[in-house]
């Protein structure tokens, strides 16, 4: 399995770009920067996405890639989310206002966007993987992932602050190589992190104990916002009995 880190940031600027993960050029997790970190071929490669929710950060090139494949003649992109992200696409996204509805463009038999919806829990298959989509603790209906190939199973946290179901699914699992976890802020941010659900470097910590071997597991964070990412890093350098590592635009991991 190899993922690569498209978008990877709790913001953007020139330098920063939101969230986008592609494992081995046909899956990707969320679609901050998709077509922004995506050249037009690799875009066409692309099978499917797995959206974690509806937050602008992790959708909005889901517009412009729809709009790209379209003049492309491509395979319909498959978008798998749970219910409600899938609902408020439908409703606030694709809807023929703030964006046209790809899903019956150029037509109802062959569009350029198809959804899957995902239920918590259960386990489907993706683009060749198998995935389960996990309810995490953010301030909408957000899942996590846990994605499955023959040779490795990586998870993905979503936007989320302190949960637990997910850990403990994890523990569980066999197979699994590396965790993509997000951190927002800085500890002395603590109160902005908890009421817009996310992580700080002291939450962090806490969940990862939940973990059975977290000492072992390489652990990639995302998420940091551009504003605090130095102070993020230098407190998340700190956290001991760990395997941390902060990622970066066009990192590639081979797991």
């Excluded at 409600?84 to 696409?89: A, E, G, K, N, V």
């Excluded at 019956?104 to 919806?117: L, M, V």
């Excluded at 829990?121 to 993987?129: H, L, P």
Aim: hydrophobic share 40%.
């Amino acid at each position: 399995m190899e993922l690569r880190v498209v978008g990877c940031h709790g913001g953007e600027t020139p330098k920063h770009k939101t969230s986008a993960f592609v494992i081995d050029e046909r899956l990707a997790i969320d679609a901050g920067s998709l077509t922004s970190g995506l050249d037009l071929r690799a875009q066409f490669r692309l099978q499917a996405c797995i959206v974690s929710h509806a937050h602008l950060d992790h959708i909005r090139d889901l517009a412009t890639i729809a709009d790209n494949r379209c003049q492309a003649d491509c395979a319909p992109l498959l978008v798998a989310a749970t219910k409600d992200t899938i609902s408020s696409l439908k409703k606030y996204f694709f809807n023929d206002h703030l964006w046209p509805d790809f899903s019956a463009i150029p037509n109802k038999r062959r569009p350029t966007i198809s959804f899957q919806e995902l239920k918590p829990e259960k386990q489907v298959e993706i683009a060749g993987y198998q995935v389960t989509a996990v309810s995490v603790s953010h301030t909408i209906d957000t899942a996590g992932f846990i994605v499955r190939a023959p040779d490795a199973t990586i998870a993905y946290s979503g936007d989320t602050g302190p949960t637990d179901r997910l850990w403990e699914l994890l523990n569980a699992e066999q197979n699994l190589k590396a965790l993509l976890l997000e951190v927002s802020f800085p500890d002395r941010e603590q109160k902005l992190a908890t009421v817009s659900g996310h992580h700080t470097p002291r939450t962090l910590l806490k969940d990862l104990k939940k973990l059975s071997r977290p000492k072992d597991l390489p652990t990639l964070l995302y998420h940091i916002k551009p504003v605090f990412q130095r102070e993020v890093e230098r407190e998340c350098a700190r956290l001991k009995g760990l395997n941390l590592a902060v990622t970066a635009i066009g990192d590639q991991y081979v797991l």
